[in-house]
């Protein structure tokens, strides 16, 4: 069946190290893939879109590589800060199509910068 | 900047009544999406609409669950009758059109005692 894994649910991490948080998928050829940031109580906020010929994003000190030989993307934040902490979900559009908002969301991994 | 309004923030209800979600999405959006949120998990796709249209629903428990958008504006979930099972957050996301990220909401956490 069709899948999408973040490789776990709980990441911690010290202050000014980098966060690296993976993506996997099965059975999918996504087009493109997103990144979204998830604050307790609030609704996901879009952060990064990274198409299939696409192998690197960047905006600011966040990075998204995307490898659809491995069927895996890796999140990247830089110079991590405790506003950082947060659970940040990967999701996919399963239908191959373009509409960007019909989306398959992984579970989530809650990322947690330590002062 | 704009958002997507969603009222109400909470709702606690009893199992086997209604209950109505509304969302008011960012003006000018087109598309608007409702998706179902289960503590612990990724958001999951109930209904797609494009104006006033649904364009998937496919996902959407269709004995208990319906969604319109009469004017191609706003928004109605409703759920009749709930079960403990639909305990979650509901969220509402909108798009200028097909090709673009959509915005959520801060959504309605439902409670099903």
């Known amino acids: 069946s069709q899948k999408i894994e973040q490789n776990s649910e709980a990441l911690n991490i010290q202050e000014g190290k980098t966060a690296t948080l993976t993506c996997n998928y099965t059975n999918y050829s996504p087009a493109y893939l997103q990144w979204y940031r998830q604050d307790p109580g609030r609704g996901p906020v879009f952060l990064l879109l990274i198409r299939e010929n696409e192998k690197e994003k960047r905006k600011e000190r966040l990075k998204v590589t995307f490898d659809t030989t491995l069927k895996q993307s890796l999140f990247h934040i830089t110079a991590s800060q405790p506003a950082d902490s947060a659970t940040y979900l990967c999701?996919?559009?399963?239908?191959?199509?373009?509409?960007?908002?019909?989306?398959?969301f992984g579970q989530g991994t809650i990322l947690t910068v330590h002062p | 900047e704009a958002e997507v309004a969603q009222s109400p923030r909470y709702k606690i209800t009893e199992k086997s009544q209604a209950v109505a979600f509304w969302c008011d999405p960012i003006?000018?959006?087109?598309?608007l999406y409702w998706y179902r949120q289960i503590l612990g998990q990724g958001p999951e796709l109930l209904v797609q609409?494009?104006?006033?249209?649904?364009?998937?629903d496919s996902q959407l428990p269709k004995d208990r669950f319906s969604a319109e958008r009469l004017k191609g504006v706003d928004s109605t979930l409703k759920i009749q009758p709930a079960e403990l099972g639909d305990s979650a957050m509901y969220l509402c996301?909108?798009?200028?059109?097909?090709?673009?990220?959509?915005?959520f909401g801060n959504g309605t956490r439902l409670t099903v005692t």
């Open positions: 609409f494009q104006d006033e249209s649904v364009v998937d």
């Open positions: 996301a909108s798009s200028k059109r097909t090709g673009i990220p959509p915005t």
């Open positions: 003006s000018g959006h087109a598309t």
């Open positions: 999701a996919l559009d399963i239908a191959g199509g373009t509409s960007y908002g019909k989306l398959t």
